[in-house]
């Protein structure tokens, strides 16, 4: 029973080999060749409950983690301060101005998406174009506000998100001890997605409860289940692979208030195919930020 | 690599991959796993937890060639519990116990919970505590985690006690109680990683206990395994560090015994 130091790493890379992870050279060079090798985006991440006092710095945090796991990419939104209620749109610009930092400090690894409050419907169409259409972000969200993804105060802005092929990340919630004031659920984004067909809705979190989340999105062909932030319960994305398929299922983390492992986890443990894990971790993503990204001349 | 963390056959409310014993051995083999200590899904809601115990230590003797170490459960709230903890030190002769006392209903301030853990730990058996099994926000009927706190003067009233708590990811809150600060240092007090969350996370609750007192526990088949495994990954622990959770801290507890 007794394990010797090369036996450890032996088993750790036989582990993530197993996985489908990457193996990193000192670790193992050949094991490196010898298992599939995915392209891991993040489309949920935030610079919350990390050390550091800057994005900067903060955004290093993640990118050491990053490396660990052979994960390429972040789409970093909000969530440098906890949460804000009723953020102003003073507060919501700070924010996006401490995302712009990261991302610029690091941008071959991130891509910035942009927070709004819509309860500040104007201040939120003037956010959106000052970063996204006059600046460097390529998605919307996570929007995780007071004001529940339904409300007609959403439609001006998905309308503007559509004009430029954005993608939209709501934050969902379907808590068995009760929501938030405000908390959205997949219900409500469901809502939303019948308002516009055109709209590429993110189903953040799949509402927690993904059994319940899955099958209320299922009939919504433009919304996707998002599998971040949550416990890395088994069959999560089996089931949704099997009820949305795999085209509609992505990979998030909600890093820092989780880790990557974890959540990457819920997609290498997954049964099944290489392919499925491939759009999953990544493939999907970047179809859907190819056109803004194209469109920016980013791709 | 030692999983403390596994429970064979059904989980209540969900078909999963390995609820099977066999299947489940051999995942956990294919990961690199040596031994696997565990319990039984069936004691989250059976009342007859000798029949529980006897089909546990049944599959384990039967499955894998000793690859699953059995924990028994008792449940200080059934009548004669006395007689489940009997069985798994005496008849089937186990090294520890798992409590699950979020799913039964006590907490672990109660006369029969002190009781039993201080029984076990007269038997010298090691006395797992699964703090919870599942997020309270995704649960089918929300059961609140335990809280661990009563057990602080346990633990320092008997250093020879052994107590490893399973799923609970509270440890490196910030506004931790005082209780939870003397766990947290208790030289008898183990720590298994399953519920271990967020960036960084395995590294400060090494900081907040000890490298030499937290280990390794998938929570499988509940939990995808992967998930624990690149945890360890992740946190880039040096090799040291790494044997130790991965397999040596485990080890040295079964020893001690």
Redesign the interface.
């Known amino acids: 029973m007794s394990l010797n130091r090369r036996a450890v790493l032996k088993s750790l890379a036989a582990g993530v080999i197993a996985a489908g992870a990457r193996i990193d050279a000192e670790q193992s060079a050949s094991a490196a060749n010898a298992h599939h090798s995915f392209r891991i985006w993040d489309i949920h991440s935030h610079l919350g409950g990390l050390p550091g006092n800057t994005p900067e710095e903060r955004m290093e945090v993640l990118i050491r983690d990053m490396d660990r796991l052979g994960i390429e990419r972040l789409i970093l939104s909000q969530g440098f301060d906890e949460y804000i209620e009723h953020a102003t749109p003073e507060q919501v610009r700070i924010e996006n101005d401490r995302v712009l930092r990261a991302v610029k400090r690091f941008p071959d690894r991130a891509y910035a998406s942009l927070y709004i409050n819509p309860e500040h419907v104007e201040a939120s169409l003037q956010e959106f174009d000052r970063c996204v259409r006059d600046g460097p972000m390529i998605c919307v969200g996570e929007i995780e506000t007071d004001l529940r993804c339904n409300a007609p105060q959403l439609d001006p802005i998905v309308e503007r998100a559509v004009s430029m092929n954005v993608p939209i990340l709501q934050h969902t919630w379907l808590n068995s001890e009760g929501n938030g004031p405000g908390e959205s659920t997949p219900y409500d984004i469901v809502e939303l997605a019948k308002r516009h067909p055109k709209a590429q809705l993110i189903c953040g979190h799949t509402g927690g409860n993904w059994e319940l989340g899955i099958r209320i999105i299922r009939d919504s062909k433009n919304v996707y289940a998002e599998i971040a932030g949550s416990d890395p319960t088994s069959g999560f994305v089996e089931m949704a692979v099997r009820e949305l398929g795999a085209e509609r299922v992505i990979y998030g983390s909600d890093v820092g208030g989780r880790c990557f492992a974890s959540q990457v986890a819920k997609v290498l443990g997954a049964d099944i195919p290489d392919e499925a894990k491939e759009l999953i971790l990544g493939g999907n993503a970047r179809r859907l930020l190819e056109p803004v990204l194209r469109a920016k001349g980013m791709a | 690599?030692?999983d403390t963390n596994v429970n064979l056959f059904r989980w209540p409310y969900?078909?999963?991959?390995?609820d099977d014993p066999e299947t489940l051995a051999t995942r956990l083999r294919?990961?690199?796993v040596?031994?696997a200590w565990a319990c039984s899904y069936e004691a989250l809601l059976c009342h007859d937890m000798a029949g529980v115990n006897l089909r546990l230590a049944k599959a384990c003797s039967q499955v894998g060639a000793g690859f699953f170490l059995p924990f028994g459960c008792v449940n200080p709230k059934l009548p004669a519990w006395q007689e489940d903890l009997r069985r798994c030190h005496e008849v089937h002769r186990m090294a520890g116990i798992r409590l699950f006392p979020n799913c039964h209903g006590y907490t672990l301030a109660e006369p029969e919970s002190l009781e039993l853990i201080s029984e076990a730990s007269r038997r010298n058996l090691i006395v797992q505590i699964a703090l919870s099994m599942?997020?309270?926000?995704?649960?089918?009927n929300?059961i609140q985690p335990a809280d661990p706190s009563p057990l602080a003067d346990l633990l320092a009233r008997n250093p020879r006690m052994q107590i490893m708590f399973l799923n609970y990811g509270a440890w490196t809150d910030d506004d931790a109680s005082e209780a939870i600060a003397r766990i947290r240092k208790a030289e008898n007090a183990y720590f298994e990683i399953a519920?271990n969350?967020?960036?960084?996370?395995?590294a400060r609750l090494m900081a907040a206990t000890s490298p030499s007192r937290v280990v390794f526990g998938s929570h499988?088949?509940?939990?995808?395994?992967?998930?624990?495994?690149?945890?360890?990954?992740?946190a880039?622990l040096p090799?040291?560090q790494?044997?130790a959770l991965?397999?040596?801290n485990a080890?040295s507890l079964l020893r001690s015994r």
Request: hydrophobic share 45%; aromatic share 8%.
């Open positions: 690599m030692i969900r078909r999963v991959v390995g294919a990961r690199g040596t031994q599942e997020d309270a926000r995704t649960q089918q929300v519920m969350e967020g960036v960084g996370g395995l499988a088949p509940f939990f995808y395994f992967e998930s624990a495994l690149l945890k360890v990954r992740e880039g090799a040291d790494a044997m991965l397999s040596g080890q």
